[in-house]
């Protein structure tokens, strides 16, 4: 039974590009989460989406955005890139209704030069 | 006002001793509490959660809450230079998970 799988592992980019970040949930679960992880802070919240839809968001600006596909991966966008956005991302899966049981992916390293 | 807020350490301890984790959060009405341990360059993965007050005992591990104080805490028995990583403590109000910014424990042999 496949865990959560992200890609890429590692990611550089310039200021002010663009990147896509990918998430495949564990099998049977169709809510992902998707969190920022700034080194020596904890992960920080930025969407949930079920049934291809935001359902839920964080504190972050709309040059984040995703999707969720029907087979129920997902996708992270960010837009203009900046320094700061250098971080692991993590994206997390749960089945709906469970919601204290969620598993989190190996993340993406995004460095922004 | 940090929601979750965590003593960032590092604490150290020497094998054999018992780890003693802390944690306040400051919503009321916040429903379950856990605990997540993240090894360097891994990503977190969840070792306790607890949702009433009181002890919650998994082998070696002890989650406590009172949601009185507004506090949570973790206890390792018999730590192993294997349980040195970061540990996370998260709050879940309705369907917001909020971390705290981890507590850096290592165990010397």
């Known amino acids: 039974d496949a865990g959560v799988t992200q890609s890429p592992t590692h990611l550089i980019k310039t200021r002010g590009q663009q990147v896509t970040l990918r998430c495949s949930p564990k099998?049977?679960?169709?809510?992902v989460s998707w969190y920022q992880q700034a080194l020596g802070q904890g992960p920080q919240f930025i969407f949930q989406y079920y049934e291809e839809e935001e359902r839920q968001r964080g504190n972050f600006p709309d040059r984040f955005s995703g999707h969720q596909f029907p087979n129920y991966s997902s996708e992270l966008n960010v837009n203009a890139l900046l320094l700061g956005d250098s971080a692991l991302y993590l994206c997390?899966?749960?089945?709906?209704?469970?919601?204290?049981?969620?598993?989190f992916g190996p993340g993406t390293r995004l460095t922004v030069l | 006002q940090k929601e979750v807020e965590q003593n960032s350490g590092p604490l150290s301890v020497p094998e054999g001793a018992i780890a003693s984790l802390n944690c306040t959060y400051s919503?009321?009405?916040?429903?379950?509490f856990f605990w997540y341990r993240q090894y360097s360059g891994k990503s977190p993965e969840l070792i306790m959660s607890?949702?009433?007050?009181g002890d919650k005992e998994d082998g070696r591990f002890t989650a406590q809450l009172n949601k009185a104080s507004q506090y949570v805490s973790l206890l390792i028995r018999d730590s192993q230079p294997s349980d040195s990583a970061t540990y996370l403590c998260a709050v879940r109000t309705g369907n917001d998970m909020r971390f705290g910014a981890g507590t850096r424990l290592t165990v010397k042999p």
């Open positions: 099998s049977g679960h169709d809510t």
């Open positions: 607890i949702y009433s007050n």
């Open positions: 997390a899966s749960r089945m709906r209704g469970h919601t204290d049981t969620q598993y």
């Open positions: 919503d009321r009405g916040s429903q379950s």
